[in-house]
């Protein structure tokens, strides 16, 4: 007996039904293109490339919920939700477009199996929904999880999911007293119990089903004015993700572009509007920033939802042209440089929402168009311009770190095997030569052919580009590339995830695409080659720190494990937060060159958090985390517990010299 | 309100600076030349008065070789509206004296209510072309401005000027020549269009016939007679000991060595 | 009649600074050496006594140049003044101390005498028939020039103050004293000076500092810089910080030293219990002679450090300041 085709089968029902459904969706798609028509507004951006790759995505990130298994029960949670509303909505559908249930449709095909099925699964996924629904608002209300706020928005749909799927169990239990129902349904069949005293069960039914109908329909018109549009969008915004190298930033092209950075909301591109659209306001991107951590004014999410307002807010008074600039004015500038741009907001995101090239459109808009950014960072900036670092070191002076040992200096049209990119810090900061030359220790015991730039290589770059100065970046970067384009080498091999990072992702946006490798990576190879011997004992219990553009970036995380894995008497041991989720050093995003004034400070957390587990020492792979954990240690006194090193130091103590 | 800031292309102060072998002068091969740091103030605060509002036109002005049109641009960058590069190689080989002469000759020709420029210029350190340059002009001058106010009908002004541990407030009639000091203002960071308009700005370009100035009108003065390194730093002298006998060596040593004391 | 050497001397609350009298006898002496004879020329009003104690350092000819409108140092008029004596007189040499006043006077009137000017010469020498060469650093030191002025006349120099030593007074000597009275036209100069004020009894500006007194984390406390402060007082010095200390919240912000700091180049850089990372270098390593005291005798401070004193700074630093204050008496 198909009740709901009985329900609305007479005429005017069928004509409500239909027309209360064209409405819902009329309203949610005027809703929905107004939201879209405010996308479009934004800069052109090609994300139609590789079909395949992001159809694939499609399934891993949002049928698989790939990013949701880690936070366990939010995550089962979510994951239930949506995979009961896949399961409800395949019936809905059905619904609307047949007239009639889907069970009644296949009821007789397979001896009703496909119908048991369906109402076996509708009825799992129901309780589970509504648990899930239920749990959430503990949650949000009760436990106060940080990072869920509690507004109308979020209450009104849990409300509405829990309202819908009651009342889908109330229509299944007075469905089954008046003799229709499949499958296995114990929940319903005890609501039908509670309800069997009724006398006009079939009226009841219809009333309760009409309410469940237009909750639904309500809920569909409701969601574009809610964060639950996400289930709309977020496909979309997955299907339309980067598929560029993690570290590239859009290149500016300085002569012909007209606006640098983003001024207004419509500066940025479609896409990254669209992100704003697609965000569930989850709070992950927050929970895991290492600014919002030190009570910086950053909060990844925050920025997003003030984001999200500038484009709803220029949509009304449209072209009346006189919005104050997003930079200093609705966005805080200190919220703009708090950022590391460690990327953790980015990778805890399910719905891959691009945070870190937001706030490096915002610092463009600032650095290029206004001259505008904190005074310490304009000496970093002279100092790129005249020295070629950020340092007030003279250029000259450049290639002071290899003095002793004899290495070789590529000159123009110089070959060799390995061209070592030494990086500032490796160049001009003691601590930090001292590691790139128990690289090129290592890397001669191992017979490998070396040789470096000299003062002829210049910053990379990164600190400039990361800080919105595109044009100094660029200055640099095409004169390195020009350097390395006259010289003949296999590959580059670099002590610095910033170089690393920008030499091999961002350079070939200006003509070079060089084979660069982390000095880890090099020597994992060395290793496992057997060329490199670990034999003294370097007893000590480790903490290894995933560098954020050596990891995150770069996926980088097994090799310089080990590497120290490699070193007998070396006991590893992970802080908590490790990997993917690793904790930001506080260096990055042009960060190493300002002075952090507000909150407390990122290395000392960092410091803390690795000193938990009680390891010896604090490995890293990064100059920066290495300069930052130093410091780290001595202001919160921990020289007695723990000492900082990279990884190549600790090797190198492994290795007999030759 | 017509300003008139001049400047000097200078190398960059981190330099390695190292004599020629024949001790004629400093080996300027492969130095970074960048707008002398003092006349940054100076170019900022014509800057500043200009963005205060009224019609304020700011003229950069130079004696240099042909590259010093990158300090110009920079300047351009800055705020400058126009720029005037006194270039012939016979200026080239006249002391600071005489570059004061040539920039006098080509000032007068253009309406001028204030100059400024930086106290002096970090290549050869003289601090001699503003004042002399004012005597020249038969205008006032205050050096090592550290404050600068306009009187609101931009025929005086206040300033505040540096001596040893104290800060003197004169009052000085306009036109006058003001050298600035650190302190002034803070030089601003031009902004990307700023930059990429003044890489177009035209620069008018002046030789010494076009000045109608003979050589032996700014004929140099002095001459260099050698140029040489000061003697190499004694470098990282590690005093130990016992800390009184420690403490008077150090004494003697800065005042007998270093002369300081 | 040989053209003579003229020193100028500066007036600061009617005395006569130092510099002053290092430029005298430096005036004395190349007097010596040539045959000719040494002048002490003073601008101002009632200048006859000052004018006779300095004279006592080598000076045979005494100049006052008395005026009221003089009486407060103004650079046109001063030049104007100094300028005619020196067209009617017609001195072989005239040397000021390079002091701000100096600085300031000597490029006028050198325009105004379409002479040549030697500005902070560290050496003077002279051959027998007194045509001058002088020492004088340029690119802040990194390299000497010695510079003649073969044929404008006076040839004129200043002289950096600190370097040229002071011999000692002959009270016997009896300078033969020339009193000038200028023509001064009251509306014609163009600067008034409304009014000096001394730099507060607080601190010294850092970035203008001549001498620097700086404290990092080897301080331990806010309290203890109060023995940088007593060193610095008696140098004469402004106290400045490490980001350490700043961020430690011993001292402000506008005491900071380095990368993120103020950069400062001062003659005279004391770091006590200062590691010398390389974002405080960037501060301070155009200091032309940096002292480093620190218990460490591996910081890289030293590396850097003209001189280092290897020990506990709360014995090095109150021993300094009575080392000094010793040798000042």
Redesign the interface.
């Known amino acids: 007996m198909d009740l709901v085709k009985e329900t609305i089968g007479a005429f005017p029902t069928y004509l409500i039904l239909y027309l209360s459904f064209a409405a819902a969706i009329l309203l949610f798609a005027r809703a929905a293109r107004g939201k879209v028509r405010l996308v479009r507004r934004g800069q052109p951006e090609d994300r139609t490339d590789h079909t395949g790759r992001r159809v694939t995505g499609l399934f891993g990130y949002v049928l698989f919920q790939r990013r949701l298994p880690k936070y366990k029960i939010a995550g089962l949670m979510h994951m239930l939700i949506f995979w009961g509303f896949l399961v409800f909505a395949l019936g809905y559908a059905f619904i609307v477009f047949t007239g009639g249930e889907l069970q009644e449709r296949f009821a007789g095909i397979g001896g009703g199996a496909i119908a048991d099925v369906y109402s076996t699964f509708q009825e799992l996924f129901g309780v589970l929904v509504v648990l899930s629904v239920v749990v959430a608002a503990f949650r949000r209300h009760v436990l106060k999880v940080r990072r869920l706020e509690i507004n109308r928005d979020a209450d009104l749909v849990l409300l509405l999911i829990f309202l819908i799927m009651t009342s889908h169990f109330l229509t299944q239990g007075l469905a089954l007293n008046l003799g229709a129902g499949y499958g296995w349904t114990p929940v319903s069949r005890a609501l039908a119990g509670l309800l069997a005293g009724f006398s006009d069960a079939r009226g009841l039914h219809v009333g309760v089903w009409w309410i469940h109908l237009f909750l639904i329909f309500g809920f569909l018109a409701y969601l574009p004015a809610s964060k639950h549009l996400h289930i709309f969008f977020g496909p979309f915004n997955v299907y339309f993700r980067s598929l560029r190298p993690a570290g590239e930033v859009p290149l500016i092209d300085i002569e012909t572009a007209e606006r640098f950075g983003a001024e207004r909301i419509e500066d940025f591109t479609w896409k990254s509007l669209f992100d704003l659209l697609s965000c569930a306001e989850c709070g992950r991107c927050q929970d895991h920033c290492p600014a919002y951590d030190t009570d910086k004014p950053l909060s990844p999410k925050r920025l997003l939802i003030d984001l999200k307002h500038q484009l709803f807010e220029s949509a009304e008074g449209d072209d009346a042209g006189e919005h104050a600039p997003l930079a200093g004015g609705a966005i805080e500038e200190d919220v703009i440089w708090s950022c590391t741009t460690c990327r953790a907001c980015q990778e805890q995101c399910p719905i891959l929402i691009e945070h870190v090239e937001k706030i490096i459109e915002l610092r463009r808009y600032l650095s290029l168009m206004e001259g505008r950014f904190p005074n310490e960072a304009k000496l970093a900036f002279k100092n790129l311009e005249t020295n070629y670092n950020p340092w007030t070191i003279g250029w000259a002076e450049r290639a002071g770190w290899a003095e002793g040992l004899d290495l070789e200096t590529l000159g123009e049209g110089g070959e060799t095997d390995v061209l070592l990119w030494v990086g500032c810090a490796g160049a001009f900061d003691d601590r930090n030569k001292k590691v790139v030359r128990a690289l090129v220790g290592l890397a001669r015991g191992a017979g490998v052919e070396m040789a470096h730039l000299g003062t002829d290589e210049r910053c990379c770059g990164d600190p400039a580009r990361r800080l919105g100065n595109e044009y100094l970046y660029q200055m640099l970067a095409q004169e390195n590339v020009e350097t390395l384009r006259g010289r003949t080498f296999n590959r580059i091999v670099t002590t610095c995830p910033h170089c690393l990072n920008t030499l091999a992702a961002e350079y070939p946006q200006l003509g070079g695409g060089f084979e660069v490798v982390h000095a880890t990576s090099f020597l994992d190879e060395l290793l496992r080659e057997g060329r490199i011997r670990p034999t003294e004992r370097v007893q000590a219990i480790v903490g290894f720190h995933d560098s954020c553009y050596l990891g995150r970036y770069n996926g980088l995380y097994e090799p310089p494990r080990r590497v120290l894995r490699s070193i007998p008497g070396i006991t590893l041991r992970e802080p908590k937060r490790n990997r993917r989720s690793s904790f930001c050093c506080g260096a990055g995003g042009g960060r190493m060159w300002l002075e952090e004034s507000i909150g407390t400070r990122i290395n000392h957390r960092r410091i803390q958090q690795v000193a938990e587990t009680g390891p010896e020492i604090v490995a890293s792979g990064c100059p920066y985390c290495l300069t930052m954990f130093e410091d780290g240690i001595k202001e919160t006194e921990r020289s007695d517990q723990l000492r900082a090193l990279d990884v190549i130091e600790l090797l190198a103590q492994s290795v007999k010299p030759s | 309100m017509n300003i008139v800031v001049c400047v000097k292309h200078v190398?960059?102060?981190?330099?390695?600076?190292?004599?020629l072998p024949d001790g004629s002068g400093?080996a300027t091969e492969?130095l970074?030349y960048?707008l002398n740091p003092y006349d940054e103030f100076a170019v900022e605060e014509a800057v500043k008065i200009k963005e205060a509002g009224g019609d304020t036109q700011v003229t950069v002005i130079t004696v240099g070789p042909d590259g010093a049109t990158k300090s110009l641009r920079t300047a351009i960058a800055m705020g400058a509206d126009e720029a005037v590069h006194l270039n012939d190689p016979v200026f080239l080989e006249t002391?600071?004296?005489g570059t004061?002469v040539i920039l006098a000759a080509a000032i007068q020709t253009l309406p001028f209510d204030l100059i400024l420029c930086g106290k002096q210029a970090?290549?050869?350190?003289?601090?001699?072309?503003?004042?002399?340059?004012?005597?020249?002009l038969g205008?006032?001058?205050?050096?090592?401005v550290t404050q600068l106010e306009l009187e609101g009908d931009g025929k005086k002004a206040?300033v505040h000027?540096?001596?040893?541990?104290?800060?003197?407030?004169?009052?000085?009639?306009l036109p006058?020549v003001l050298t600035t000091?650190?302190?002034l203002n803070?030089p601003?960071?031009?902004?990307?269009?700023?930059?990429?308009k003044a890489k177009r700005k035209e620069i008018r370009t002046l030789d010494a016939s076009a000045l109608g100035l003979s050589p032996d009108a700014f004929a140099?003065?002095?001459?260099?007679?050698?140029?040489?390194?000061?003697p190499p730093?004694?470098?990282?002298?590690?005093?130990?000991g016992d800390?009184?006998e420690?403490?008077?060596e150090?004494?003697r040593?800065?005042?007998e060595e270093?002369?300081?004391? | 009649m040989a053209g003579e050497i003229w020193s100028i001397g500066e007036l600061r609350d009617g005395e006569l600074k130092r510099p002053s009298l290092e430029a005298l006898t430096k005036a004395r002496a190349l007097a010596d050496a040539t045959g000719r004879k040494a002048a002490l020329v003073l601008v101002g009003q009632d200048l006859e006594a000052t004018g006779k104690e300095a004279a006592a350092y080598g000076a045979d000819l005494l100049y006052l140049v008395e005026h009221g409108e003089l009486a407060a140092y103004r650079t046109e008029p001063h030049a104007k003044a100094l300028g005619d004596l020196a067209s009617e007189r017609k001195p072989e040499a005239v040397l000021l101390p390079a002091t701000s006043q100096g600085k300031d006077l000597a490029p006028r009137l050198a325009a105004r005498l379409r002479t040549g000017l030697a500005t902070d010469c560290t050496d003077v020498e002279t051959d027998a028939s007194g045509t001058l060469t002088f020492t004088r650093p340029i690119y802040a030191g990194k390299a000497l020039e010695k510079v003649r002025i073969p044929d404008a006349r006076p040839q004129m120099a200043t002289l950096r103050p600190k370097v040229f030593p002071v011999g000692s007074p002959d009270a016997s000597r009896q300078p033969e004293v020339v009193r000038v009275t200028p023509e001064v036209a009251a509306g014609a100069v163009g600067t008034t000076v409304r009014e000096t004020v001394q730099t507060s009894a607080g601190r010294i500006e850092l970035t203008e500092a001549d001498f620097i007194v700086s404290g990092g984390r080897g301080l331990k406390d806010a309290e203890n810089f109060a023995l940088l402060e007593e060193l610095a007082d008696t140098l004469g010095a402004a106290v400045g910080a490490s980001r350490a200390a700043v961020d430690s919240g011993w001292r402000d912000h506008q005491d900071q030293v380095g990368q993120t700091g103020k950069t400062v180049t001062p003659s005279l850089y004391i770091a006590c219990g200062i590691s010398g990372a390389i974002q405080h270098l960037a501060g301070m390593s155009s200091a032309k002679c940096i002292v480093a005291i620190n218990k460490d005798p591996e910081a890289p401070i030293f590396k850097v450090a003209d001189y280092g004193i290897v020990g506990d700074l709360f014995e090095v630093v109150p021993a300094l300041k009575s080392a000094l204050l010793e040798a000042k008496s």
């Open positions: 190398p960059d102060t981190e330099a390695a600076i190292k004599p400093v492969g970074n960048v002391d600071a004296q004061a970090v290549d050869d350190d003289c601090a001699q072309v503003g004042p002399a340059l004012a005597e020249l205008i006032p001058s205050v050096s090592v206040t000027r540096e001596l040893e541990g104290a800060t003197e407030v004169l009052e000085c009639t006058a000091q650190k302190g803070e601003r960071y031009p902004a990307l269009p700023m930059i990429m140099p003065r002095t001459e260099t007679v050698e140029v040489s390194s000061p730093r004694q470098g990282g002298r590690i005093l130990e800390v009184a420690v403490v008077r150090a004494v040593l800065l005042k270093a002369k300081l004391l």
